[in-house]
């Protein structure tokens, strides 16, 4: 796997933000490794950058040789809410150093909460809080080896009726919820609010069409 789309995410006109690892100041300059990522710049063009709460740091070989955003399971970002009352699509591509995944989560209550996590070591929760898709499989295993973990895309669906969460490009689960999702305060990128509970793991690519 490298990048999550064959063509630039820009050219589909649904593209409301495009986090890339390999250029994250958006650029076409590539940081040195081991640096602190306080902005991660959305290329888009809608200006929803990410902005670190706690400093992630820039690998230069994180995902299949080229740069990735080192968690680490201490850095997180404030994420743009680009998801309330709409149809969305989110992608992203990620190497775990750790079992759990923590993609997306809020501070918000019923249906005001964008959660994307781990639920166990082999499912995944894509849900609105109170109103969950939830699988308990369909996730590889975790390794254990932080240096051999192979990538994964996951993908998450939403269309007023219909829900879907995909590893790999597999349906994982699926659900026929029309709630919409309101908006969601405290959005965070690479932590559950609820837990604070952090993501350690690279992250390559994040859009959201």
């Not at 063509?7 to 300059?29: E, F, R, Y």
């Not at 932590?191 to 994040?206: H, Q, T, V």
Request: net charge neutral.
């Amino acid at each position: 796997m490298g990048r999550l789309l064959t063509s630039t995410p820009t050219t589909l006109g649904s593209c409301v933000q495009w986090l890339d690892a390999t250029d994250p100041a958006g650029n076409g300059i590539a940081p040195g490794n081991g640096a602190s990522i306080s902005t991660w710049v959305d290329k888009s063009g809608a200006g929803n950058n990410a902005t670190a709460v706690v400093s992630p740091t820039y690998s230069a070989t994180g995902i299949n040789g080229l740069g990735a955003i080192l968690f680490g399971g201490t850095g997180y970002f404030n994420l743009a809410d680009r998801f309330s009352n709409r149809a969305f699509v989110v992608l992203s591509l990620i190497r775990r150093q750790a079992s759990d995944i923590y993609l997306t989560g809020g501070t918000g209550g019923d249906n005001t909460n964008l959660q994307i996590r781990s639920n166990g070591a082999n499912g995944l929760i894509f849900g609105f809080f109170a109103n969950d898709l939830i699988t308990s499989s369909g996730v590889p295993s975790y390794t254990g080896n932080p240096s051999t973990e192979p990538p994964m895309i996951v993908t998450a669906y939403y269309s007023p009726g219909t829900r879907r969460i995909h590893i790999n490009g597999s349906l994982i689960g699926s659900d026929g919820n029309a709630a919409s999702l309101g908006a969601v305060p405290g959005l965070n990128l690479g932590r559950y609010p609820p837990f604070n509970a952090i993501y350690s793991g690279l992250m390559g690519e994040f859009i959201v069409l």
